[in-house]
Nanobody, 118 residues
C-alpha cells in the first residue's frame, strides 16, 4: 500500500485549502485514517482522524472548528479541508492509515507542505 498526499501549497492567512490522500494497492483493510503535521523544530502531531465508518472523528484543539476530515472507503482516500488558515498551520502534513485487522500495521504518506503567509 502506498499513500500519495497532495493539495499543499502557499496560502495567505485566512485562506483555505483541501488536502487529499489517495491510496494505491489494497484499500479494503483500512481502519482509522488521519492527518498529522510536523512544523519545523516541532514533533509530529495529530491534526484529525476519522474511523472506518466515519462515525468517530477527532480534531486537535488547534484546528477544531476550522477543519473537516472526510474519507472515501472505495478509493482508500482521506481528505482534510482547512479554513481560516493561520501562520501556525504551516507544516508538512502527512496522511496516515491504520490497518483494520491489526493496529500495529500502519502506513504513512510522503507529506505535503502547507505554508501560510502573513
Amino acid at each position: 500500500v502506498q499513500l500519495q498526499a497532495s493539495g499543499g501549497g502557499l496560502v495567505q492567512v485566512g485562506g483555505s485549502l483541501t488536502l487529499s490522500c489517495l491510496a494505491s494497492g489494497s484499500v479494503h483493510g483500512f481502519g482509522t485514517m488521519g492527518w498529522y503535521r510536523q512544523a519545523p523544530g516541532k514533533q509530529r502531531e495529530l491534526v484529525a482522524s476519522i474511523s472506518r465508518g466515519g462515525g468517530r472523528i477527532n480534531y486537535a484543539d488547534s484546528v477544531k472548528g476550522r477543519s473537516s476530515i472526510s474519507r472515501d472507503n472505495a478509493k482508500g482516500a482521506v481528505y482534510l479541508q482547512m479554513n481560516s488558515l493561520l501562520p501556525e498551520d504551516t507544516a508538512v502534513y502527512y496522511c496516515h492509515v491504520v490497518s483494520v485487522y491489526d493496529d500495529r500495521i500502519d502506513y504513512w504518506g510522503q507529506g505535503t507542505l502547507v505554508t501560510v503567509s502573513s
